[in-house]
């Protein structure tokens, strides 16, 4: 199974940002197909609390057209949100995306308006920082 390009510099903001990663990919059985999620994570809790559990699709937008990569990313997500509400109904899933994708692109109203139909959460992600920039709800 390939890793996105930038597969490392999400898995490290993850970490700096506080999350412990638990699967790295993150497989699921679905029906008779394997399914892989590219990284699950919890957060650090504190002893009296349950910590988030998230799931997390890279996408690097690199090459290719923009379109076309986000028609791909978003039927992704979809079937991904599908599975983990019949697996594992207490993860949340989202959909990493660069710094500057995120700019140049997810502010076009077509884009826009997918993610809030289809509820799609957003982890912006700087490439060379290796930081998390955003968590979208």
Do not use: C
């Amino acid at each position: 199974m390939a890793k996105d390009l930038f597969h490392n510099e999400v898995r490290i903001a993850l970490e700096k940002d506080g999350w412990q990663i638990t699967h790295d990919p993150y497989r699921l059985r679905y029906g008779v197909a394997d399914i892989y999620i590219d990284l699950a994570a919890e957060e650090a809790i504190a002893a009296e609390k349950q910590g988030r559990k998230i799931a997390v699709e890279i996408k690097s937008f690199f090459g290719g057209s923009a379109i076309s990569q986000f028609h791909t990313a978003l039927g992704q997500f979809l079937n991904y949100q599908i599975i983990l509400e019949s697996e594992d109904r207490d993860r949340i899933l989202y959909l990493a995306v660069p710094f500057e994708t995120y700019e140049a692109f997810f502010r076009f109203e077509p884009v826009k308006t997918a993610i809030a139909r289809f509820q799609v959460k957003l982890l912006v992600y700087n490439i060379e920082k290796e930081e998390i920039e955003q968590w979208i709800d």
